[in-house]
């Protein structure tokens, strides 16, 4: 790309070059495409039209055919935990869950897409935000976890130190 920054760095060339065969873009279609999203050309109606149905098509096949399961989560609720029993929050379609990563610790954002059908089910959801860069967990994956894995409150200290005997 002769050292030109990337305008776009939610899809790769290859990622692009698939979705086009899958929409089957003629040559034309292609081309625009590729400059909106990767070289930053300002886009005319069509190609910014060809542009967002690549990136909507991306994020149906990721949240479909990538899914990470609740192995993946941190359970940050147990039953001896008094200020929060399992079961006592309530989470809705829409909602916006926080998950803690086994691999990185890391605070994932999940937008909440379905409830679980039972109390052994899982609940369903997208990634929509992750700070860990090149990491497995990206924007658009879907997410599969329970109750007792969302973080309610942001992580904090101890409340104040305490020796060790």
Known sequence: M?????????????QFDTLADILGLDTPDRVAAHDVIFDGIEATASAAAIADKLHKTDAAIRCAYVIH??????????????????????????????????STEGLISVRVTALPASRVDYYSGVITGYP????????????????????????RAASRWRPRY
């Open 2 to 14: 002769g050292g030109l920054e990337r305008a776009d760095k939610s899809m790769t060339e290859q």
């Open 69 to 102: 399961g609740p192995m993946e989560f941190r359970i940050t609720v147990g039953h001896r935990d008094t200020h929060r029993p399992p079961g006592a929050t309530s989470i809705a379609i829409g909602d916006t869950a926080h998950l803690v990563a086994h």
């Open 132 to 155: 860990v860069k090149d990491s497995r967990y990206q924007i658009g994956n879907g997410v599969r976890f329970s109750e007792d894995q969302v973080m309610v409150e942001e992580p």
